[in-house]
């Protein structure tokens, strides 16, 4: 006699989602703020908003993002306690941008099959990010798609939101010529691209992320893995002390194309790459792909994670406190009458 159906006939098992669910709670337990009320299991995750009453006129900001091809690094690699960093990043770094404070994020995980260890550490990630960047890790959801994703498979996705006294709102109308520009640091290649990285690498060079790159100091895969830089308090910081007209997160796209958001038509800005060198993996990828340095530069971050543009009397007091909150900077270029264009010059150092 055949045995009655069960969903995990299906390739659904209930029990490794509790299970999952049971690893996760130490990690989410770590990523809160005092605003967040009740624990992991409700239907929805609840933030005290009370606090926003001390605001004159409070703007919310959201973003929502997933980490792109890098989870197939991640995949290939087995190792899945850095995604979630990316994740967070990405997110949470779109809204300092604005001069927004992230205050809580929720995630979504789609996978194949739920293999408990492997979702603990992702959300492992996300908690660590969350608590770099300050904000609370207030729910999530783990789905469990057979037949959609293979067995080993699975994306991550998330979305946050932040505040913002509205007469701080950072942006395009606070940019005047004589701004200085200030480039930060990336910690790598972040979370963009990898659809041309892994073409590069994989496919073209044949290499597999065990193989040890000399001009990188490691594996290649240890390098593609290299976790997203999260520079939200830095620049919250910076914005708190210094006077910052507007900021750009370098994400798909590039440097230009991102600084280019937040120029009014009425000034250009001009970059200049002789304050800078790339890490290796830049120049790699463009060596062994055969890729010419303008489509490196509309695709990859070059080692420029996050720009700002800050009055000119600002520009040292800007470099002091990055310095201090552990994020190398420097000033990169000029706000300058224009159009709205943004020059790159020079060749790199």
């Not at 996760?24 to 933030?47: H, N, Q, S, T, Y």
């Not at 989870?71 to 190792?79: E, P």
């Not at 990010?129 to 890790?137: D, E, F, N, R, S």
């Not at 040292?316 to 300058?336: F, M, N």
């Amino acid at each position: 006699m055949n045995h009655p159906t069960t969903y995990a006939d299906s390739g659904v098992s209930i029990g490794a989602g509790d299970k999952a669910v049971e690893l996760m709670k130490v990690w989410v337990d770590k990523a809160r703020r005092p605003e967040v009320l009740g624990g992991i299991g409700g239907f929805a995750g609840l933030f005290d908003a009370s606090s926003l009453t001390s605001y004159k006129q409070p703007l919310l900001a959201s973003s929502a993002d997933g980490v792109g091809t890098k989870v197939a690094v991640a995949q290939l690699m087995d190792r899945h306690d850095t995604i979630g960093y990316d994740l967070v990043g990405m997110l949470v770094d779109d809204l300092v941008v604005c001069g927004a404070e992230p205050l809580f994020l929720t995630d979504y995980i789609a996978c194949g099959r739920v293999v408990p260890e492997r979702i603990a550490a992702i959300v492992q990630g996300i908690a660590e990010a969350c608590v770099a960047a300050g904000c609370a890790l207030l729910g999530g959801e783990t789905a469990e798609h057979p037949g959609l994703l293979e067995p080993e498979e699975y994306d991550v996705a998330g979305a946050t939101t932040g505040v913002v006294e509205a007469a701080d709102l950072l942006g395009p109308g606070r940019v005047v010529s004589g701004d200085r520009v200030i480039a930060m640091r990336s910690s790598g290649l972040h979370s963009n691209g990898y659809s041309l990285i892994r073409h590069v690498f994989f496919t073209l060079a044949g290499w597999d992320v065990g193989r040890d790159v000399p001009d990188l100091g490691r594996t290649l895969g240890e390098e593609l893995l290299e976790p997203t830089r999260i520079y939200a308090k830095p620049c919250l910081d910076l914005i708190r002390q210094t006077e910052v007209h507007a900021m750009a997160h370098v994400t798909g796209g590039g440097l230009a194309a991102n600084v280019a958001r937040v120029v009014p038509d009425t000034v250009d800005v001009t970059l200049d790459r002789s304050t800078w060198a790339p890490q290796p993996v830049f120049g790699l990828v463009g060596e062994v792909g055969a890729v010419d340095r303008a489509e490196l530069e509309s695709t990859l971050n070059m080692g420029v994670g996050m720009v700002a543009l800050v009055a000119d009397s600002a520009a040292d007091r800007a470099l002091a406190v990055l310095e201090a909150a552990g994020i190398k900077a420097w000033v990169a270029g000029d706000v300058v009458a224009g159009q709205g264009r943004v020059n790159l010059h020079n060749d790199y150092a």
